[in-house]
C-alpha cells in the first residue's frame, strides 16, 4: 500500500507560472523528501524536510509540511520548461532508513 | 547518476527465465535498495540491505531475491519470471552517516517479461 499520494496526479501549466503539488500520507513520519524524475530516468532528490519543521526553500523551491494533516506541498516558483518531469514525495519513518514513495505527480510546463 | 549503475539497461526476456540485474556503486554507501516502478503506482520497494549482513524484504518481494556481494554491489534475482514482474526496476543508495536520509538512484533497468 502507498504511504503516499499526490495531488493532482498531472497539472500543466505555462512558463513563468507557479507549480503547487501535494502529499498527503498516512502515519507518523521522521522525515519527508521530493523527488524529481525526468520521463524513464532515475529519481533526483530536491529537497528534505524533518518532523519538527514546517517549512524550507531551496532556490524557486519551497516545501511545506503539516503533520496535524499529514500532508505536505512542493511549490514550485516561475517554472521553466526544464521543470517538466514528474515529482514524487517520500516518507521516512523514525528508526528506519526504507522510505515509501508517492504515486507522483506529472507536471508539464509550456514554453 | 553515474554514480550508481545498473545493469542491463534494458531486457527481455521470456516468461519462466532466470535473470539478474545488477547494481554497483562508488559512491562508498553501506545501504542499498532495489524498487519497482509501474505506471501510476509510483515506486514500491522489493528489498533493501543495510550492510553486506543486512538484507530485508520490502512490500513485494514475492518472486524476487537479492544478493549483496559487497558494500559496492547489489544484485536482484527473478527466480523464474513472469509477464507482470514487466517493469523498471530502480537500484538506490544511501548513507547511514550524516543523517542526511538522501537516496541516489541508478538510471533504471527496464525488464518485459513476455
Known amino acids: 500500500s502507498q504511504q503516499g499520494e499526490e495531488d493532482p496526479q498531472a497539472l500543466s501549466i505555462q512558463e513563468g507560472e507557479n507549480a503547487t503539488m501535494n502529499c498527503s500520507y498516512k502515519t507518523s513520519i521522521n522525515n519527508l523528501q521530493w523527488y524529481r524524475q525526468n520521463s524513464g530516468r532515475g529519481l533526483v532528490h530536491l529537497i528534505l524536510?524533518?518532523?519538527?519543521?514546517r517549512e524550507k526553500h531551496s532556490g524557486r523551491l519551497r516545501v511545506t509540511l503539516d503533520t496535524s494533516k499529514k500532508s505536505s506541498s512542493l511549490l514550485i516558483t516561475a517554472s521553466r520548461a526544464a521543470d517538466t518531469a514528474s515529482y514524487f514525495c517520500a516518507t521516512g519513518t523514525s528508526g528506519t532508513y526504507k522510505y515509501i514513495f508517492g504515486t507522483g505527480t506529472r507536471l508539464k510546463v509550456l514554453a | 547518476d553515474a554514480d550508481v549503475t545498473q545493469t542491463p539497461r534494458n531486457r527481455i526476456t521470456k516468461t519462466g527465465k532466470r535473470i539478474m540485474l545488477e547494481c554497483s556503486q562508488t559512491k562508498g554507501h553501506d545501504r542499498m535498495y532495489w524498487y519497482r516502478q509501474d505506471p501510476g503506482l509510483g515506486l514500491r520497494l522489493i528489498y533493501y540491505?543495510?550492510?553486506?549482513?543486512?538484507?530485508n524484504k520490502g512490500e513485494i518481494s514475492d518472486g524476487y531475491s537479492v544478493s549483496r556481494q559487497a558494500q559496492a554491489k547489489f544484485s536482484l534475482s527473478l527466480e523464474s519470471a513472469i509477464p507482470n514482474q514487466t517493469a523498471l526496476y530502480f537500484c538506490?543508495?544511501?548513507?547511514?552517516?550524516?543523517?542526511?536520509?538522501?537516496?541516489?538512484f541508478g538510471p533504471g533497468t527496464r525488464l518485459t517479461v513476455t
Open positions: 540491505s543495510f550492510d553486506v549482513k543486512d538484507i
Open positions: 524536510i524533518r518532523s519538527n519543521e
Open positions: 538506490a543508495t544511501s548513507d547511514s552517516r550524516g543523517y542526511t536520509y538522501e537516496q541516489y
